[in-house]
């Protein structure tokens, strides 16, 4: 597995922006997808975003979020516009491998709140 380091987190008020940051770090395959999931307390864990080639986003997430990714630096981003309270999470970096391999970031939490 990889070692994933996030960062990025924090609190933002309603209507703001923040960046999320994971890059991958160790024994380096080849990265197939890097995604973002997110829970929020007494929920399940669910996509916001991932990046194959193909870009896909939740829809409650559409028109506001954007994933990239920098495959040179094995980093990807995740940038949150027009941020609403429902939007309070922990964000969790995720990487599956070309191996099969899925690798987990340890969490960065997100606040949305005035």
């Known amino acids: 597995q990889l070692q994933l380091v996030e960062s990025g987190g924090g609190l933002v008020q309603p209507g703001g922006s923040l960046r999320l940051s994971c890059a991958a770090a160790?024994?380096?395959?080849?990265?197939?997808?890097m995604g973002w999931y997110r829970q929020a307390p007494g929920k399940q864990r669910e996509l916001v975003a991932t990046?194959?080639?193909?870009?896909n986003y939740a829809d409650s997430v559409k028109g506001r979020f954007t994933i990239s990714r920098d495959n040179a630096k094995n980093t990807v981003y995740l940038q949150m516009n027009s941020q609403k309270p429902e939007d309070t999470a922990v964000y969790y970096c995720?990487?599956?491998?070309?191996?099969?391999?899925?690798?987990w970031g340890q969490g960065t939490q997100v606040t949305v709140s005035s």
């Open positions: 995720n990487v599956i491998s070309y191996s099969g391999s899925v690798s």
């Open positions: 160790g024994t380096i395959l080849s990265i197939y997808r």
């Open positions: 990046s194959d080639g193909i870009t």
